[in-house]
């Protein structure tokens, strides 16, 4: 098993009901897992998500997790 | 006329009288309202050479045909005038509920000229026009001359004023509506400061013709789309503030006076801890469909105290992750701070983060400030606001800007803007053509004459490489033109610049209320002659190539973070591009065929 951080970003934390800190949540999945079944654990859409960042570097669906890993997932933004 | 009010207000505050005029159909037809009416006013009537705070500038309050028209986010006001941040035009712009009160009203237009004996302030109520004492006014803060004026004036006044910091000058003073709306940028406070006069009041209780009222039906219908977008929900769910994690995730978020572009703090400052912890309701302005306001309070007990607006996304990056202040209660307190005394964030955030950086050189000491300024420091942060704000010790040079201080003290190129003015919350070495933008900008680091996030962050509506030069010079131009005919509009930029048929919606408005037929490419053109207009007004003043120019970090020192790791920005491959494209000549000067072109002679 390996032990990975969650974070959903604006409006992913909303819709996939995150709890209540931006700091996100630890999960647990089996060795071997990838972005994309970290979505499937919690549900999300993949077309939802704009972008996969896993420790402040970009990723896709197809990037395999390591223990201890941070993954954010983040809708599209705007400027403001 | 369908869509103006027809009228132009002149104030001329040396004699106190105010006038009234028609306004000029041709002015309006060429120029529409906003920045592109008010530029081609200040170029024929301003005397190019005054100095930006005495009286021989001119201020103008400008809306546009669109305010308040039933058209998607139409309560929009700008102010414009010579900069006395970067002696550039400036126009700032400002939403709320004061430009619907201008608009009904019955004035397109106010244009204060000369200098007030004493303070003053303007009170508008429909026909009546009165120039009033300030005197209980002058010197307090711009919550409590909102309500002195509201008081002498009748209860529904919409009031737009300026705090201390206007008052004494600060260059980057903002002018504040509503509480917490902020004409905030290029120090139009400034020059209201140094005319004497206070604040703008007006009640409007007219309606504005409209050509086809039935096209303009279809606002709501957008309007509605736009509440079910997943972009738009987040807007009215998280505010700008939002966009913390989205420039972080980018390493786009400056830091550290853009010496970095990820701040580690960032998950304390962004839209889902404001949620947490300090949100009271989201806020709209005058037909809004978005909500991206934050009415906010600090919790009982804790270390700030205080109730107001904010943070928006910028402030989280000028007075959060720039000077590295991760405490979001910190950040807020100074965000309330700068808006009761009257000062933009931004710039405020830009010359402290400079200070800064100033301060671990060595540069600066405590005993020339008046206390340590290092990184982070919250407290030291407050109290050298309040010092520029009342213009106290060292907080008088710094309210002459980054560019001032970063020069007194030795080191110029700690200074992160362009022209002067500070930058925007967008780290241009992860997406260059925002800094092409930021360098040709009319008035320097600014996020209103366009910003390139769609296209070079989210590949809307192509993908585009944010980290290359290519085609960067095409879609800084047709943003810019973009953003001055939307802000001409007197509506908000954030549906209109977010929605890929964004311009096409905007022709169909601003004929559908004009009842004067134009395309996407007609408004494109008429924003090609406004933004020209600007540069030609910059040009008599002496700007040119060597001042579209960005800071050496930017573009000789690589990015520390993420995919821009070891990028910077080439601006000078994209300025060839780009003068080339305009129609300007190798030193960034408007042809004579290229002004003929768009009608300016």
Redesign the interface.
């Known amino acids: 098993m390996i032990r990975i951080r969650i974070i959903l970003s604006g409006l992913l934390r909303k819709h996939y009901r995150m709890p209540p800190s931006s700091k996100g949540e630890a999960v647990e999945l089996k060795s071997g897992a990838c972005a994309a079944d970290l979505l499937s654990r919690y549900g999300i859409v993949s077309d939802k998500v704009h972008m996969i960042v896993i420790n402040r570097r970009k990723a896709n669906l197809r990037t395999l997790l390591k223990d201890g890993d941070q993954v954010r997932f983040l809708p599209l933004a705007a400027g403001g | 006329m369908n869509g103006w009010m027809g009228t132009v207000l002149r104030v001329d505050l040396t004699v106190g009288r105010v006038t009234k005029e028609p306004l000029d159909p041709l002015l309006a037809r060429n120029y529409v309202g906003g920045r592109g009416m008010a530029v081609k006013i200040l170029l024929d009537e301003l005397k190019m050479d005054c100095d930006p705070l005495g009286p021989d500038n001119m201020l103008i309050f400008i809306n546009g045909p669109l305010t308040v028209t039933g058209t998607l986010c139409s309560g929009r006001y700008m102010v414009v005038t010579k900069s006395p941040l970067t002696g550039t035009i400036c126009s700032s712009n400002s939403g709320g509920y004061f430009p619907a009160a201008f608009k009904t009203a019955g004035y397109d237009v106010i244009i204060f000229t000369g200098k007030s004996k004493k303070p003053v302030y303007l009170w508008v109520n429909d026909d009546h026009v009165e120039l009033r004492d300030a005197g209980a006014c002058w010197g307090r803060d711009t919550r409590e001359t909102c309500d002195i004026i509201r008081r002498e004036t009748h209860k529904e006044a919409c009031v737009s004023c300026i705090g201390p910091a206007g008052e004494n000058l600060v260059r980057y003073a903002a002018i504040i509506n509503d509480g917490a709306r902020a004409a905030a940028r290029s120090g139009v406070g400034a020059v209201m400061g140094a005319k004497g006069l206070k604040a703008v009041a007006i009640r409007g209780t007219g309606g504005v013709r409209v050509a086809d009222p039935e096209t303009l039906l279809k606002s709501t219908v957008i309007a509605d789309h736009i509440k079910k977008a997943?972009?738009g929900?987040?807007?009215a769910?998280?505010?700008?503030?939002?966009?913390v994690?989205?420039?972080n995730?980018?390493?786009i978020m400056p830091t550290k006076n853009f010496q970095e572009g990820?701040f580690e703090a960032g998950?304390?400052i962004?839209?889902?801890?404001i949620?947490?912890r300090t949100l009271v309701r989201s806020k709209a302005c005058y037909g809004c469909a978005l909500n991206?306001g934050r009415n906010t309070r600090l919790p009982e007990g804790g270390k700030y105290q205080g109730r107001g607006d904010g943070p928006?996304?910028?402030t989280c990056y000028s007075l959060g992750s720039n000077i590295m202040v991760g405490d979001l209660e910190a950040l807020t307190k100074m965000n309330y701070i700068c808006n009761e005394t009257g000062l933009d964030t931004m710039d405020a955030g830009s010359t402290i983060s400079a200070a800064m950086e100033l301060y671990e050189m060595g540069r600066i000491t405590a005993g020339e400030i008046g206390f340590p300024l290092v990184w982070g420091d919250a407290d030291a942060a407050i109290q050298l606001l309040y010092m520029i704000a009342s213009g106290e010790g060292f907080g008088r040079e710094a309210g002459m800007g980054g560019r001032y201080v970063a020069e007194k003290y030795g080191a110029p190129d700690v200074f992160m803007g362009s022209k002067g003015q500070g930058f925007?919350g967008?780290h241009p070495r992860g997406m260059v053509g925002q800094g092409l933008l930021y360098a040709t900008s009319p008035e320097g680091g600014n996020?209103t004459t366009g910003?390139t996030?769609?296209p070079e962050?989210?590949g809307i509506p192509e993908p585009m490489d944010p980290l290359s030069a290519e085609g960067k010079a095409e879609m800084v131009i047709r943003r810019q033109n973009e953003t001055a005919f939307i802000e001409a509009c007197g509506v908000c930029l954030?549906p209109y610049?977010?929605m890929e048929e964004g311009t096409e919606i905007i022709a169909e408005f601003y004929s559908a209320v004009t009842g004067l037929e134009h395309t996407e490419d007609d408004v494109r053109r008429i924003g090609e002659r406004i933004f020209n207009l600007e540069r030609e007004f910059n040009r008599r003043l002496g700007f040119d190539r060597k001042d579209d120019s960005l800071p050496k970090r930017l573009t000789h020192e690589p990015h520390t973070?993420?995919?821009a790791e070891g990028n910077v920005v080439p601006l000078e491959e994209m300025l060839d591009s780009y003068y080339r494209l305009r129609g300007w000549d190798s030193n960034g000067v408007p042809t004579g065929d290229t002004l003929g072109s768009l009608g300016i002679f």
Do not use: R, S, W
């Not at chain 2, 962004?270 to 801890?273: D, L, P, T």
């Open positions: 997943d972009l929900i987040a807007f769910e998280f505010g700008t503030p939002l966009f994690d989205v420039m995730a980018n390493n990820f998950d304390e962004n839209g889902a801890e949620i947490d991206c928006e996304y910028e925007a967008y996020h910003n996030i769609q962050i989210n954030f610049m977010l973070d993420g995919i």
